[in-house]
């Protein structure tokens, strides 16, 4: 098993920045492919970026290349998603997960999930 907590949510007014945080306990972490979805109301869930085992790949989702940045510290348990020139539409809540995945990616399986945080960007 692996637990997930998400931090960093909050609001924010368009153009600003936020900087979410997961922290995993439980198995090793570095064993893991790492993501962030997030579901908007009314909407499907939908990939943001992942991060592999190493950090050395990573995947973003179109919407959100060259404003958004997945990191990981595996001496630390954490993945890192900071976001820039926040937009509406980024209105959402915003969760992590895990997967044993070599490369992560979009498609790739995730089988732990923390229960999410708020990110509302105001215009």
């Known amino acids: 098993q692996v637990q997930l907590v998400e931090s960093g949510g909050g609001y924010v007014q368009a153009g600003g920045s936020l900087r979410l945080s997961c922290e995993a306990s439980?198995?090793?972490?570095?064993?893991?492919?790492m993501t962030w979805f997030r579901q908007a109301p009314g909407k499907e869930r939908e990939f943001v970026a992942s991060i592999n085992w190493s950090g050395d790949i990573t995947y973003y989702a179109g919407s959100v290349k060259g404003r958004f940045t997945i990191s990981r510290d595996n001496a630390k348990n954490t993945v890192t998603l900071q976001m820039n020139s926040l937009k509406p539409e980024d209105t959402a809540v915003y969760s992590c997960g895990a997967g044993l995945s070599q490369l992560g990616g979009p498609r790739a399986r995730y089988d732990y999930w923390g229960q999410g945080t708020q990110v509302t960007v105001s215009s």
């Open positions: 439980g198995r090793t972490f570095s064993n893991y492919a």
